[in-house]
């Protein structure tokens, strides 16, 4: 049955008018996670752009589609993004995939799909897996609020610094992280943070999908056990308060050194080691968590 709403969406409408954008989810892992529409879009279109051309073709061979293929990365996007434009408003229909899951979520895209629509060319959603909304299906943590951040900086003092923002945030946060640097963001996490509850998850609908779920400092335990291995989305629980089960606002390293430099009588090199102590951390880094707030405030 095709409904009204759905019939100038079809792939295979006339070439006399401009051509449209399918951004097309693809699964994140398993096959089987392939919708019978994401299938019938990738044949029908006339082109498809990929974030990895040798990746896809994997998935496109694995359901015979032998639509013709583009690369589309984050390397090439500002050239080729204009010259998928022009094949659209020559009547060709492109679908836009990523290695994984919905496109443009913290992956190529948005350079194409925000020129398309500055061109007035129909851009079109075909849902599909995303690892993030999967991870926080079965995270057991509050939902009603949460925010995706996607992939923190690298390097440690801006990672912090991005960290420091969202201190008195009360929503879950979700995040993406790369295996190697999951150990240090979680210690950055719990410095910054506080030791709120963390669900880890790698690899998910894959072979060895896996979810840690505990503490930061538990899941941090973990991880020195066991490096992990694979894509990973970290889901971080707000600050609960044991007593009353409501979020609460957490204080900065600062604030807790005055506050403990006053009802102590504490010198700052004392104090300093006290608030590490109860927050989990070691001395050190809680003091390079002062110096970041300290920079970040200047």
């Known amino acids: 049955m095709i409904y009204e709403s759905e019939t100038p969406q079809t792939p295979g409408a006339s070439l006399s008018r401009a051509g449209k954008l399918y951004v097309v989810g693809t699964p994140i892992g398993n096959l089987e996670d392939m919708t ?25 061979n694995h359901y015979s589609i032998r639509t013709r293929t583009v690369s589309y990365h984050e390397h090439n996007e500002l050239t080729r993004a204009p010259e998928l434009i022009i094949e659209m408003e020559e009547g060709s229909n492109i679908a836009l995939v990523s290695d994984a899951g919905m496109p443009v979520i913290s992956d190529p895209g948005y350079r194409l799909v925000k020129l398309a629509i500055r061109h007035g060319l129909q851009v079109i959603p075909i849902p599909g897996p995303s690892a993030f ?22 390097k440690r003092a801006a990672r912090q610094k ?3 923002e969202l201190k008195n945030s009360s929503k879950t946060l979700v995040f993406y992280e790369a295996p190697h640097r999951a150990l240090e963001m979680l210690m950055d996490l719990r410095s910054v943070l506080a030791d709120r509850p ?16 505990g503490t930061a400092s538990e899941v941090i335990e973990r991880l020195k056990k066991k490096p992990p291995k694979g894509e990973i989305t970290l889901v971080v629980g707000p600050p609960v308060n044991a007593a009353e089960g409501a979020s609460v606002p957490e204080l900065t390293i600062s604030e807790d050194l005055e506050k403990v430099m006053k009802e102590k009588n504490l010198d700052e090199r004392a104090a300093l080691k006290l608030v590490a102590r109860v927050r989990g951390i ?11 707030e300290k920079s970040v405030e200047t």
Not at 36 to 56: G, H, M, N, P, Q
Not at 282 to 292: G, H, V
Request: with cysteine.
């Open 162 to 164: 991005a960290l420091q």
């Open 198 to 213: 963390v669900v880890m998850a790698r690899e998910i609908t894959k072979v060895y999908e896996e979810f840690v779920r």
């Open 36 to 60: 019978s529409r994401a299938i019938r879009t990738l044949k029908e279109v006339d082109l498809i752009a990929c974030e990895d051309t040798r990746r896809t073709q994997k998935l496109l």
């Open 133 to 154: 909304v999967a991870v926080l299906a079965v995270a057991g943590l509050p939902m009603d609020k949460f925010a995706f951040l996607g992939f923190l900086p690298a």
């Open 282 to 292: 070691s001395k050190s880094e809680a003091y390079r968590l002062w110096q970041t």
